[in-house]
Nanobody, 120 residues
Framework: VELVESGGGLVEAGGSLRLSCAAS????????VGWYRQAPGKQREMVAA???????TYADSVKGRFTISKDDGESTVYLQMNSLKPEDTAVYYC???????????????WGQGTQVTVSS
């Protein structure tokens, strides 16, 4: 299974970006998807997630500005980021919890990360 992220870049404060994460390989069922970020010198934190158990959740710092969505048919996860702030600057990672076959347990897979830089 491979996760390929795209959509990061440099944007001015107040601007928007849309991140994509496409999963490929043998996939039977996706149970959860999420976006995380890690700024220099800080721990990785959850930004937004969708799971069959907890539904959709967002970090307080991005509520009302970011929207997570997924296209099950394409095994792709998106993060629409609006009203970006300099403090949103970080490397963004997608995480997908999936089972490769009907007999496998669910495992977490991570994307390679994409840099988002918001200038003031």
């Amino acid at each position: 299974v491979e996760l390929v992220e795209s959509g990061g870049g440099l944007v001015e404060a107040g601007g928007s970006l849309r991140l994509s994460c496409a999963a490929s390989g043998t996939i039977d069922r996706i149970s959860a998807v999420g976006w995380y970020r890690q700024a220099p010198g800080k721990q990785r934190e959850m930004v937004a997630a969708i799971s069959s158990v907890a539904g959709t959740t967002y970090a307080d710092s991005v509520k009302g500005r970011f929207t997570i969505s997924k296209d099950d048919g394409e095994s792709t996860v998106y993060l629409q980021m609006n009203s970006l702030k300099p403090e949103d600057t970080a490397v963004y990672y997608c995480k997908v919890d999936l089972s490769r076959t009907a007999y496998d347990s669910s495992y977490s897979y991570w994307g390679q990360g994409t840099q988002v830089t918001v200038s003031s």
